[in-house]
């Protein structure tokens, strides 16, 4: 049985990609969802993208704010989270994200550690790798 806390965590990875999907796809909502997508990361958020690139939270934050609107036909997809460690701070978890736009899609397998602060889950950690073969 799942802890409170993983099934948080689980639903905070669905939820921040819905946030994604609202920024950079420019929806009438998009405004609070870069809101609350930017509350969701701690301070010291670090991660690692699929180019191998290492960045904080002020690159992550200036992708989110300068890429608004950018990508009208984008959709994601998560899947497949499972947890992979836990704590009374934090829990890691690893997901499949589907990005379907323009006709083609992109998978990659992510582990994101996220840790809980007053109770509310914050994104510490994201380490993401490209499927070698997209759909």
């Known amino acids: 049985m799942r ?39 701690s301070d010291s958020f670090s991660m690692v ?12 934050e200036s992708l989110f704010r300068n890429n608004t609107g950018i990508r009208p036909d984008l959709r994601i997809e998560t899947d497949a989270c499972e947890t992979l460690d836990q704590s009374e701070t934090s829990v890691t978890c690893r997901y499949r994200e589907t990005h379907h736009e323009n006709g083609a ?27 070698a073969e997209s759909l």
């Open 3 to 41: 802890s409170e806390r993983e099934l948080i965590a689980h639903y905070s990875v669905t939820e921040l990609h819905q946030w994604i999907e609202e920024v950079f796809t420019g929806r009438a909502g998009y405004p609070s969802a870069l809101d609350r997508l930017l509350a969701s990361f």
């Open 49 to 60: 993208t699929m180019k191998g690139q290492p960045v904080g939270l002020s690159e992550v």
């Open 105 to 131: 899609t992109h998978v990659s397998w992510s582990i994101a550690i996220i840790e809980f602060e007053s109770g509310q889950p914050r994104w510490r950690y994201l380490q993401e790798t490209a499927v």
